[in-house]
């Protein structure tokens, strides 16, 4: 069973940074697309970032030059580095994986396994 655990998240000011994680300890993701997804309060679940299990990345415009999604297959392990933060990036991110997932656009219908997200609250 495929269990996927983001962390990293919390309260950051406008302009600042923060890394977020999601493991899968001692399950194999070298074939899955991971993504990033993220649902700010009274909005629906958006795209944010994705990463075929080759290294190709695919970023929303919203968030392109400031945020890196990166993978480490050895750790069963993808990240994303968030800088610039802006009080609209503010919401709960998920994390998902799927075969075959990242497949040129962030489209949750790619993700069969998702993870219980981690808050981000950009403010000052």
């Known amino acids: 069973q495929l269990h996927l655990v983001e962390s990293g998240g919390g309260l950051v000011q406008p302009g600042g940074s923060l890394r977020l994680s999601c493991a899968a300890p001692?399950?194999?993701?070298?074939?899955?697309?991971l993504g990033w997804f993220r649902q700010a309060a009274g909005k629906e679940r958006e795209g944010v970032s994705c990463?075929?299990?080759?290294?190709?990345?695919v970023y929303v415009d919203s968030v392109k030059g400031r945020f890196t999604i990166s993978r480490d297959n050895a750790k069963d392990t993808v990240y994303l580095q968030m800088n610039a933060l802006k009080p609209e990036d503010t919401g709960v991110y998920y994390c998902?994986?799927?075969?075959?997932?990242?497949?040129?656009?962030?489209?949750?219908?790619?993700?069969?396994?998702w993870g219980k997200g981690t808050l981000v609250t950009v403010s000052s």
């Open positions: 001692g399950y194999g993701l070298d074939y899955h697309g």
């Open positions: 998902a994986a799927g075969i075959g997932g990242c497949d040129g656009a962030v489209s949750a219908p790619e993700y069969n396994h």
């Open positions: 990463i075929t299990s080759g290294g190709t990345t």
